[in-house]
């Protein structure tokens, strides 16, 4: 992105807290040492405080420096904004948008997103980072992404949901597993069988401990992780069952691998997957249009999964 807009002094800073030496940032950005250091001068002078701790091994940010760099950062987030927002008053759809999503989405709905981003609107430039739902909120808030594709969303003084849907909890089971011709389970039926579970960490987990406390001590020697992957493996395999959303496992079962089978317990409460963005800023037009196609394009994708066990 061409920075005329941003001030020589902070570009020039920046390339000092990023290689921690003038003289490593005058060879990057192809300017005399003697000028960035000029720059850096002029702007401790200016602010009465020194930006950097001049140590032997490099130069780091003092705590005035650190609230620089923020507001350096800031000012090119902004203009990032800004120019996207000029190229759309011209009736040009591109532009740059920051989305931040779920990990366990990286290999099934993300992929199909994307692709129907791109057909739809090849000149939008996209920059995809996973977080978990707490994560995602906090990137929304302190505008480190534009949009949230996520679990758990909801409404809030700083957020605000455009579009959620529901995702019931269900048993994931290999197709040749002895509970795979059943229709409906109960959580009872499952802890009579090997489960992986959840770690502590995501939201289901926590809330399937809060609520059903009994089942974490009456399952049989239960597996943990934190890893997705390995859980469909398990499941694919058929050595494991586990308690999930169809979106998690939706690619195994619209592979054939991979059975879903709802939950009879009334008291289960549903997760949901949203789409959110910061109720503090307005959206722009390459991530308004964004929004309204992931949202449309996720109800697809969970209609083509629902399809083979409707």
């Known amino acids: 992105m061409n920075t005329y807009l941003i001030p020589k002094s902070l570009k020039y800073f920046l390339a000092v807290v990023e290689h921690s030496s003038v003289q490593a940032a005058a060879r990057e950005i192809a300017i005399s040492a003697s000028a960035i250091d000029r720059q850096i001068l002029l702007l401790e002078e200016d602010m009465g405080v020194s930006l ?21 950062k800031r000012w090119m987030t902004d203009l990032k904004r800004t120019k996207t927002e000029i190229s759309q008053l011209k009736g040009l759809h591109h532009g740059h948008l920051r989305l931040v999503a779920m990990d366990s989405h990286a290999n099934g709905l993300l992929p199909y997103l994307i692709g129907a981003l791109a057909r739809e609107h090849p000149d939008i430039a996209l920059e995809v980072k996973f977080a978990t739902p707490d994560e995602a909120s906090q990137m929304i808030i302190s505008d480190e992404a534009d949009l949230a594709i996520a679990f758990n969303l909801s409404d809030q003084l700083q957020i605000h949901v455009l579009w ?19 229709s409906i389970l109960r959580l009872k039926d499952v802890v009579e069988w090997p489960l992986v579970v959840q770690s502590r960490t995501l939201s289901i987990r926590r809330y399937l401990e809060r609520q059903y406390p009994w089942l974490f001590t009456d399952m049989k020697a239960p597996l943990t992780t934190n890893s997705l992957q390995l859980l ?23 592979l054939g691998k991979v059975r879903f089978i709802s939950l009879a317990d009334s008291s289960l409460r549903p997760q949901t997957i949203s789409v959110a963005f910061s109720a503090t800023r307005p959206l722009t037009g390459i991530a308004r249009i964004a929004a309204k196609l992931i949202s449309e394009e996720t109800e697809r994708y969970l209609h083509m999964v629902r399809k083979p066990t409707a």
């Open 52 to 72: 950097f701790d001049r140590q032997p091994r490099g130069m780091r940010p003092t705590a005035a420096g650190e609230l620089l760099m923020g507001l350096a």
């Open 164 to 182: 959620s849907t529901q995702l019931p909890l269900g048993c994931a089971v290999a197709n040749a597993h002895a509970l795979a011709e059943k």
């Open 232 to 254: 469909k493996n398990l499941v694919c395999a058929g050595s494991h069952i586990a308690l999930t959303s169809e979106l998690d496992i939706a690619p195994e079962i619209l």
